[in-house]
C-alpha cells in the first residue's frame, strides 16, 4: 500500500517555483542549523556554514533535484561525544574537538563517496516498504518533538503571554498555509506565511521569540558572518588520530546515507520519479568533505526542508542552489532582518511538515496488512524516536528479514509416489536454505525406503551452504544403509554451488543433460576427498 501525501502537487517544477521554494527553504534552514549546532555544541555559524556548503555541492551534484540537505540532529548527537572526547585530548582550552570534528567529516567524506563509487547505494532497494514507513513516521515524530523546543525560553517552558502570543502566530502560520493554496498556488504557501506573520509581529509590535532572541538565549550572538574559509584541520597526523576518528567517521557516514537514501526514495514517491542513490551518496561524500576543510558542521538530506521544498513546488536542482545561496546572503549581507523572524513563523511552517509528512493511514492498516509488517513499523517509528535513524532502520530490516525467512522455511513441501520401477520419487516445492534444512529432512523416511530414491528440484531451489549441508547430510543417511539417491532438475546456478562444494554430491550431466546430479559412489568420493 502506497503512502498518500495528496499536498503535495506532482506537477513538473518552473524556474519560479524553484526560486520562490528555495527562498522558503532557506528561511526555513536557520533555526534548524543553529539548533543542532547548538546541539553539537559548537558555534552557530559553523552550522550555518555546514548547510550552506551541504546543501550548495548536494544540489549541483547529487542524485536526487528538489532534496535538500543541510546540517542535521541525526548527526549533530554522534558530534556531541566526538567533539567532547576530542578537547578532552587537547590541551585545555584548545578547543581541539573542533578540529577532531573536521578531520571526523573528511573521513566520513571519503567512506560516502566510496560507497557511492562501488554502487553500494543499491542496497536500498532492500529496505521493506513496512520500514519506510516507519521511517516517515518516526521522523514526523521527531520533527513534533524537536518544535516543542521552541516553546522554550532557556530551560523554562513560556507562560502566560508569551505562550499565547506564540501559540496564535504558530496556528495563524499553520492556518495560512492550510487555506493560502486554495486561492491561488503561484506563491508557496510556507512563504507568505513567514512574510505576513514576520510584518504583523515588526510592525504590529508583538512581543514574541525571535530568530535573534533564539540564538540569543542559547549562548549566541547573531547570524552575522563572513565567508568560510579553507583550512586543513590541526589534529596530529598518527594512526592513534586514526584509530580515534574512524568509528565516529564510519557511524556519520552510516547515518548521513540511510538518512539521505531513504529521503531520497521518499521524495521519489512522492514526486512519482526517480533518483540516483550511488549519485547522491558520492554528491554527499564530496560535501561532507569540502565541509571539513572550510570548517562547516557537515551534514546529509533533510526530510523535513525537502518535504517544504517539494510542497513549495521546487522539483529542479536550481531550488536546492537557491536555498543554499540565499542561506549564504543572509549570514553575509541580510542577518539583521532575518533575525526579525518569529519562531512561531517557522515552528507552524514545520508543523505543517509534520502532518503531511506522518503517514496517517498507517493507523488503520492493522487489518489490511500482514501483522509482522504493522509490528515493523511501529518498531522502526518507536526506536526512531528514541534512539536515532540509523539503528531504527537496521532493527526494521532484521527483523523483516527474519520474518521473511521464518515464513519461507514453512513452504518447503515433498510430494512422494513410487514409479513402475519400484523407485521412490521426492518432489520438492519450496526454497531449500538455512532456515528449512531442517524441516527438508524431516520430509524422508530414510528407513522405509526403497534401495533407490530420486529428489526432484524442479520446483524447489538450492539457496546457500546450509542446503548444500543438509543435502549432504541425508546422503550420508542413504548410503550409511547402501541406498542410492539422484537430484534432478537443478538449475545451473545450485550445480556450481554442490561442485564448489566438494562434498559427497558429484555431478554427473552425461547421466542427465537437465543437470542430473547422481549421489553415488559413496567410498570412493570419500576416499577422494581424505587425499
Known amino acids: 500500500m502506497k503512502m498518500k501525501f495528496s499536498f503535495i502537487d506532482k506537477k513538473q517544477g518552473s524556474i519560479k517555483d524553484d526560486v520562490f521554494s528555495g527562498l522558503t527553504v532557506a528561511l526555513a534552514l536557520v533555526p534548524e542549523a543553529v539548533a543542532f549546532a547548538f546541539v553539537a555544541g559548537i558555534s552557530p555559524v559553523i552550522g550555518l556554514y555546514g548547510a550552506f556548503m551541504m546543501g550548495l555541492i548536494t544540489s549541483l551534484f547529487g542524485g536526487r533535484p528538489g532534496m535538500i540537505s543541510g546540517a542535521t540532529g541525526a548527526m549533530a548527537v554522534v558530534m556531541v561525544h566526538l567533539i567532547s572526547e576530542g578537547n578532552a585530548m587537547g590541551a585545555p582550552g584548545e578547543q581541539m574537538g573542533l578540529q577532531y570534528l573536521f578531520a571526523t567529516l573528511l573521513l566520513t567524506g571519503v567512506l560516502q563517496g566510496a560507497a557511492g563509487f562501488f554502487r553500494m547505494g543499491k542496497f536500498i532497494r532492500m529496505i521493506p516498504h513496512?520500514?519506510?514507513?516507519?521511517?516517515?513516521?518516526?521522523?514526523?515524530?521527531?520533527?513534533?518533538?524537536?518544535?516543542?523546543?521552541?516553546?522554550?525560553?532557556?530551560?523554562?517552558?513560556?507562560?502566560?503571554?508569551?505562550?499565547?502570543?506564540?501559540?496564535?502566530?504558530?496556528?495563524?502560520?499553520?492556518?495560512?498555509?492550510?487555506?493560502?493554496?486554495?486561492?491561488?498556488?503561484?506563491?508557496?504557501?510556507?512563504?507568505?506565511?513567514?512574510?505576513?506573520?514576520?510584518?504583523?509581529?515588526?510592525?504590529?509590535?508583538?512581543?514574541?521569540?525571535?530568530?535573534?532572541?533564539?540564538?540569543?538565549?542559547?549562548?549566541?550572538?547573531?547570524?552575522?558572518?563572513?565567508?568560510?574559509?579553507?583550512?586543513?584541520?590541526?589534529?596530529?597526523?598518527?594512526?592513534?588520530?586514526?584509530?580515534?576518528?574512524?568509528?565516529?567517521?564510519?557511524?556519520?557516514?552510516?547515518?548521513?546515507?540511510?538518512?539521505?537514501?531513504?529521503?531520497?526514495?521518499?521524495?521519489?514517491?512522492?514526486?512519482?520519479?526517480?533518483?540516483?542513490?550511488?549519485?547522491?551518496?558520492?554528491?554527499?561524500?564530496l560535501a561532507n568533505v569540502v565541509n571539513g576543510f572550510f570548517g562547516g558542521m557537515g551534514g546529509c538530506a533533510m526530510i523535513g526542508q525537502s518535504i517544504i521544498n517539494i510542497k513549495s513546488g521546487g522539483r529542479g536542482r536550481l531550488s536546492g542552489l537557491v536555498a543554499s545561496l540565499a542561506l549564504l546572503v543572509f549570514f553575509l549581507f541580510g542577518a539583521t532582518y532575518i533575525e526579525m523572524i518569529p519562531i512561531a513563523a517557522l515552528t507552524g511552517v514545520m508543523f505543517m511538515v509534520v502532518i503531511g509528512t506522518f503517514a496517517w493511514n498507517s493507523f488503520k492498516m492493522w487489518n489490511q496488512i500482514p501483522l509482522s509488517d504493522f509490528l515493523v513499523i511501529g518498531l522502526v517509528t518507536v526506536v526512531t524516536v528514541f534512539f536515532d535513524l540509523a539503528i531504527a532502520v537496521l532493527a526494521g530490516v532484521v527483523v523483516s528479514a527474519l520474518v521473511f525467512a521464518w515464513e519461507n522455511a514453512l513452504r518447503i513441501r515433498a510430494r512422494k509416489h513410487m514409479d513402475e520401477h519400484g523407485i521412490k520419487h521426492y518432489e520438492i516445492y519450496g526454497p531449500l536454505f538455512f532456515g528449512s534444512t531442517t524441516l527438508f529432512n524431516s520430509k524422508f523416511e530414510v528407513n522405509e525406503d526403497p534401495s533407490e530414491v530420486v529428489i526432484d528440484f524442479a520446483e524447489s531451489r538450492i539457496m546457500d551452504q546450509s542446503a548444500i549441508e543438509g543435502i549432504n547430510k541425508l546422503a550420508e543417511r542413504y548410503q550409511k544403509l547402501g541406498k542410492q539417491i539422484h537430484l534432478r532438475h537443478l538449475s545451473k546456478d545450485c550445480v556450481k554451488l554442490i561442485e564448489k562444494a566438494d562434498k559427497i554430491c558429484d555431478v554427473n550431466v552425461l547421466e542427465d543433460p537437465d543437470y542430473f546430479v547422481a549421489i553415488d559412489n559413496y567410498n570412493r568420493l570419500m576416499a577422494k576427498k581424505a587425499k
Open 130 to 285: 513496512s520500514v519506510m514507513m516507519g521511517f516517515v513516521n518516526g521522523l514526523a515524530i521527531v520533527i513534533f518533538i524537536s518544535q516543542l523546543g521552541m516553546f522554550k525560553v532557556g530551560d523554562a517552558w513560556m507562560q502566560g503571554t508569551q505562550l499565547y502570543s506564540m501559540l496564535g502566530l504558530t496556528l495563524l502560520t499553520m492556518g495560512i498555509l492550510f487555506f493560502f493554496p486554495k486561492l491561488t498556488k503561484k506563491v508557496p504557501a510556507a512563504l507568505v506565511g513567514i512574510v505576513v506573520v514576520s510584518l504583523l509581529v515588526i510592525f504590529g509590535g508583538i512581543e514574541t521569540e525571535t530568530v535573534k532572541s533564539f540564538i540569543q538565549n542559547n549562548g549566541g550572538e547573531g547570524l552575522k558572518a563572513g565567508l568560510p574559509s579553507f583550512g586543513i584541520p590541526t589534529v596530529p597526523l598518527s594512526f592513534a588520530t586514526l584509530k580515534f576518528i574512524f568509528p565516529y567517521a564510519l557511524i556519520l557516514a552510516s547515518i548521513g546515507l540511510i538518512e539521505s537514501l531513504m529521503t531520497l526514495n521518499l521524495i521519489d514517491e512522492l514526486t512519482e520519479t526517480r533518483g540516483s542513490a550511488n549519485r547522491e551518496s558520492v554528491a554527499q561524500g
